[in-house]
């Protein structure tokens, strides 16, 4: 398989090129165009279960789609529609990703979709609630981004502050506490709240765009049930 992605940090789109028998799995909804020969089909990944978690606590799709070149090799395209960039990362068995609710968009199939639940005082304070998406398995996914995207590598010991509502994908063994960005009075002026400061080892990656407060709400309990078809 052999992937490029257009238009980066403008509206991108990720262009996949599948020989016979290749897919790429996908968010629902994420497909664009694809050439004649390919097949699309909506599955369930990680089984009735599964997809009920991933739709009620971390936003993703109950259902996922694949796109197949069953008969021939062929070209397709899929999207987020939002204005940012596209990641392509590595996921091996040693190097499993916590990801943004939100932020997946495809992967090969060998990569797994699953969510872990962070504890309580990290689900109380975070904007990510108490699950997050955990990417784990073998092979490359895809993740879109509000904005530009960035990635910081994390040194034995060092410790990097970002503001939650900025937060992507990191390491799932990457090292991080809540805590407030300053006392309480300095933290009510700056404008600053709860941040996540994280100590390396690690890779992390953030964005430059936080979510609007509208799309908080969508994001939301309410939201959820109402868009659960």
């Not at 799995?25 to 089984?47: D, F, H, N, P, Y």
């Not at 799709?61 to 590595?90: K, P």
């Not at 304070?125 to 998406?133: M, V």
């Amino acid at each position: 398989m052999h992937y490029e992605i257009l238009s980066q940090d403008t509206f991108p789109m990720l262009q996949v090129s599948l020989e016979q028998g290749e897919k790429i799995c996908c968010e629902r909804g994420a497909m664009i165009s694809m050439s004649q020969g390919l097949e699309l089909e909506g599955t369930v990944k990680g089984g009735l279960v599964g997809g009920l978690v991933r739709k009620f606590f971390t936003n993703e799709s109950f259902f996922t789609q694949s796109i197949t070149a069953s008969r021939n090799a062929g070209v397709a395209c899929v999207g987020a529609g939002d204005q940012g960039s596209i990641l392509a990362l590595g996921v091996t068995p040693s190097r499993g990703l916590l990801v943004q609710k939100g932020s997946y968009l495809a992967s090969t199939p060998e990569v797994e979709i699953g969510t872990r639940m962070q504890g309580i005082i990290k689900g109380l304070t975070s904007k990510e609630g108490f699950f997050l998406i955990r990417l784990s398995g073998t092979g490359t996914a895809f993740l879109t981004s509000r904005g530009a995207a960035h990635r910081f590598d994390l040194e034995p010991g060092e410790v990097l502050t970002v503001d939650n509502g900025h937060l992507l994908a990191w390491d799932e063994g990457l090292s991080y506490t809540m805590t407030k960005a300053a006392g309480f009075i300095s933290s009510v002026t700056s404008g600053e709240g709860l941040v996540c400061k994280f100590t390396g080892p690690g890779t992390l990656y953030i964005h430059t765009m936080k979510y609007s407060s509208v799309e908080r709400e969508k994001r939301g309990c309410l939201g959820l049930l109402l868009n659960i078809v």
